[in-house]
Each structure stands twice: as C-alpha cells, then as structure tokens.
C-alpha cells in the first residue's frame, strides 16, 4: 500500500514559517518517526520546516490552482492532496494538522478522498501553541479560532 503524509498548515509570518508550524513538523518527527520515510504532500509553511535531506521527496502546496492569487485554504490544500494522491497511486493519507484545525482539515481531506478508495488518517501531535507573530489573526491566540470558526460557518472565507 502506498502512502504519503498531507500537511496543513497553521498561520505563517512573512518571512518565517512560524512556530505553530515548526512544532507541527518537529511533532512529526518525534512521535511519527515511524512514518517519515514516506512521501510528504505539505502546505509550504511546513515544508519549510523540514530537514533538507526530506526535501527531495515533498511535493509542496504553495499556491490555489484554480483561482489565481486566491488565499490558499484548507479545501484547496486538500484537493491539492488527494490530486497529487491519485496521480501517484497512494491509497492511505496520514493528515497532520494543528489539533485546532485538524478536524476540519481530516472532513474536508476524507470527503475529498473517500470517493476515490483513499484512507485518511490522522495523525496525534499534543498540544502544539498558537503564534503570537502569525499574519493570519485567528492563529494567534488558541480563542481567536473561535470568532473565525464562526465566520468560516456563515460564510466568510480567508483573511
């Protein structure tokens, strides 16, 4: 069975992946190690965060396909996924994501997946903290997910 690991990632600075995101890789690494021989499918906030030799073996998100200059969000990066998935033979993703985001990100990834006979999985991280510096304001308090979910829920998308 081939299987790869789609990440998500959780705020982002300007010029620096952030610490959600270093913590998310770094929890990969520590519990997960098991698994990080296999293909990485990462938003480009996480792929920054990888030791070089992983490098080789990511296929990075960085921008929305469809919709040039569009805010790239949790659906894209899922379809993204599962597109890179399909072409590629895997049948099993593992889903790492922040824990604030991580149900969200496995409904949107599994809906996407499902249809075509692709497993997802997520996988534990602990706690990994919020960014204080982040330039996406619902990622820099653990309560500021809270207006944003709600937000995204009645329709408001991105920024």
């Not at 990834?109 to 497993?119: F, K, L, R, V």
């Not at 602990?126 to 619902?138: F, M, V």
Request: aromatic share 10%; glycine share 6%; hydrophobic share 40%.
């Amino acid at each position: 069975m081939r299987r790869a690991i789609l990440g998500f990632s959780y705020g982002y600075r300007k010029e620096d992946p952030g610490e959600s995101n270093r913590r998310l890789v770094q929890a990969l690494y520590q519990r997960h190690s098991h698994l990080i021989h296999l293909y990485f499918i990462l938003q480009h906030e996480l792929a920054a965060c990888l030791p070089e030799n992983s490098r080789d073996t990511t296929h990075v998100i960085k921008e929305h396909k469809l919709v040039p200059n569009a805010y790239l969000d949790t659906e894209e990066v899922a379809r993204q996924g599962i597109e890179f998935a399909l072409k590629n033979g895997i049948e099993k993703i593992y889903l790492l994501a922040h824990p604030l985001h991580r149900t969200f990100a496995w409904r949107v990834a599994a809906g996407m997946a499902t249809p075509h006979d692709i497993e997802v999985e997520t996988l534990k991280t602990g706690w990994i903290p919020a960014d204080p510096l982040s330039e996406q304001w619902w990622t820099r308090n653990h309560l500021f997910i809270i207006p944003y979910a709600a937000g995204r829920i009645f329709g408001r998308k991105g920024k």
